[in-house]
């Protein structure tokens, strides 16, 4: 719902393949889910990079004819949602740049908490940018840098930036990933045939046949170009903060993230929640569509059967027009529908994955009722957020996060809820650390639940926007 979180942006690319530029394309329609304001493609012959983007769905973006000007065996995509920048084709990536010492391209899955400070001292120096992204100081960063090597270039500018990124950047003749220091969002290496794959999740190698290799490790750096593939550890170690929401919400549950099976962990979610704070009741529902898992994992829990009993039209363009006379709740209606013969007469247990202003949910609460419903049990698979995310995910401000000035008690009574609980910090935890893992991390940021910000982050600082930059005095560039 527009009430939700959104994820920042989703990242392809692929190097060795004559069809680089098809395959992109393949790759960002997998990865939608991450981003769904503008979409783009950045492809190289081995001498020239050629770029289309524009706004909207993948699928509204690229015609054939878009496509094929995309030539070579080298390309990069991005999908976008906007976490700094507002909404517009100049806020579109990849970034292509072209400086006195050659052409490159930019994606950017991520959010830089330094960025205004670094910005204001840019502006300052002279430069002149184009877009309100963050993204667009790296460009800045890696044109001013005097490092002869290309991928020293850009060690130079990252290691003035501070925050979260997984990046994608792209010569005529080199394809390079980055991920930062603490690996807030995820990064995969994948092969298909005799080409490298990098993306954002594994699900978009899937669909075009390749095969996970493994994940880009926080802090590393990998080149990929006709002598073969090279990583490198340029940066300080931190200590690993993967964001634990894309296993709440973000990452597709076909995917495997930060060395987990998204479905298996939220399934686990679900199980966990319901030894927790089991309800009594008729059936289980979820709210379409991340809410799934979780509710098997709760009805398998609790031994109540699983029912849909909400049904999601898929077909929902970004906009639609509204009705003239009001319709009672219409912006759920039009994405959401209530099942009344699964509903009617029963105690229900409605599984949802979060709770951000509460408005949707309390509409949805409404619907389930007016379907027949005689009770209505809430039950969410994460704890409360009670804080916004300033490491690329488009959250409210905290004023607008009900859960950071109410408590479990007062949402409940806002819902209009029999009742409600949420799964406790320590019991989601404990879920994503299931058995069977392939890499297991020693920890995972989890700000957005408990304020504890892995980097730290200005006092007021609204990361969401920067176009309040204002030209700061000429001087040394900021330390990081």
Known sequence: ????????????????????????????????????????????????????????????????ERLKHLSGSLAIGHN?????????????????????????????????????????????EGAIFRSMMDTEIVVHLIARSRQEAFEDRVVEALGMVEGAYSLLLMTEGALIGVRDPHGFRPLVLGRRQGAYVLASESCALDLIDGELV?????????????????????FESSSPAPCIFEFVYFARPDSTVFGRNVYQVRRRLGERLAAESPAEADIVIPIPDSGVPAAMGYAHGVGLPF????????????????????????????????VRASLEG??????????????????????????GATEVHMRISSPPI?????????????????????????????????????????GMLEAVDGPGLTKPEGHFCAACFTGDYPVPVPPQEDLSSLKDSAAASAGEPPSR
């Open 386 to 426: 009670t804080g916004p995310c300033f490491y690329g995910i488009d959250t409210p401000r905290r004023e607008e996060l009900i859960a950071s000035n109410h408590s479990v008690a007062e949402i409940e009574k806002f819902l209009e809820a029999d009742s409600l609980a949420y799964l406790s910090l320590k």
């Open 1 to 64: 719902m527009a009430e939700g979180l959104r994820e920042a942006c989703g990242v392809f690319g692929i190097s060795g393949d004559s069809e680089a530029a098809n395959l992109t394309y393949l790759g960002l329609y997998a990865l939608q889910h991450r981003g769904q304001e503008s979409a783009g493609i950045v492809s190289s012959d081995g001498q020239t990079l050629r770029a289309e983007v524009g706004m909207g769905l993948v699928a509204e973006v690229f015609t054939e």
């Open 214 to 234: 493994r994940e880009i490790e926080p802090g590393e750096m990998v080149v990929i170009d006709r002598a073969g593939i090279r990583t490198f550890r340029p």
């Open 346 to 371: 029963r105690r229900v247990v409605v599984v949802d994955d979060s709770i951000v202003r509460a408005t949707t949910s309390r509409k949805i609460v409404h619907m389930i009722r007016q379907a």
């Open 307 to 338: 029912e849909m009993g909400l049904i999601r039209n898929h077909y929902v363009g970004r906009t639609f027009i509204e009705p003239e006379q009001a319709i009672r709740h219409f912006g759920v209606k039009i994405k959401l529908n209530a």
């Open 80 to 124: 976008r949602y906007s976490t700094s920048g507002s909404s517009d084709l100049a806020n579109a990536q990849p970034l292509l740049a072209r400086t006195s010492r050659g052409t490159f391209a930019l994606a950017h899955n991520g959010t830089l908490v330094n960025a205004k400070e670094i910005r204001n001292w840019l502006e300052s």
